[in-house]
């Protein structure tokens, strides 16, 4: 009996150094694990978990209003207000990270360019203050 070995080396990328094999055999790699490590997670935490669902667990939350009411009752949309500019306002700011850590390395269009987006976020800031955009009353 012949034990045959398949070098998976070879078999994929023809023995030659190929772009694929050099560039892109490591991102491979690393999908694979990671999907394998996504599937190990999620098979445990559900099969770990205790399964004791209650009506408190099963209901929204964090939303300023009850789930099972009347489909045409009012309701506040100031939590949703709220939501929106914080997602708005910390996208915004999330651009100042790379700016501040290159701001030495760029010219002058570059800096006056972030130094006019500070201050249009500073004054839409302003506005949504001044309009009573973040009262929570």
Do not use: H
Request: aromatic share 18%.
């Amino acid at each position: 009996m012949e034990i045959i070995i398949v070098n998976f080396s070879n078999f994929f990328f023809n023995g030659n150094e190929s772009l694929l094999k050099t560039e892109y055999l490591s991102i491979l790699i690393y999908l694979i694990v990671a999907i394998l490590l996504s599937i190990i997670i999620i098979t445990f935490s559900y099969l770990l978990v205790v399964q004791n669902p209650e009506t408190e667990k099963m209901s929204a939350y964090e939303c300023g209003f009850e789930p099972y009411e009347d489909a045409r009752q009012k309701f506040d949309v100031k939590f949703y207000l709220i939501a929106m500019l914080f997602i708005v306002f910390d996208i915004e700011t999330m651009y100042l990270i790379p700016w501040s850590v290159t701001v030495s390395k760029l010219n002058l269009l570059g800096f006056w360019s972030m130094i006019d987006f500070i201050i249009e976020l500073g004054i839409g800031f302003i506005y949504v203050w001044y309009i009573g955009g973040l009262d929570w009353d």
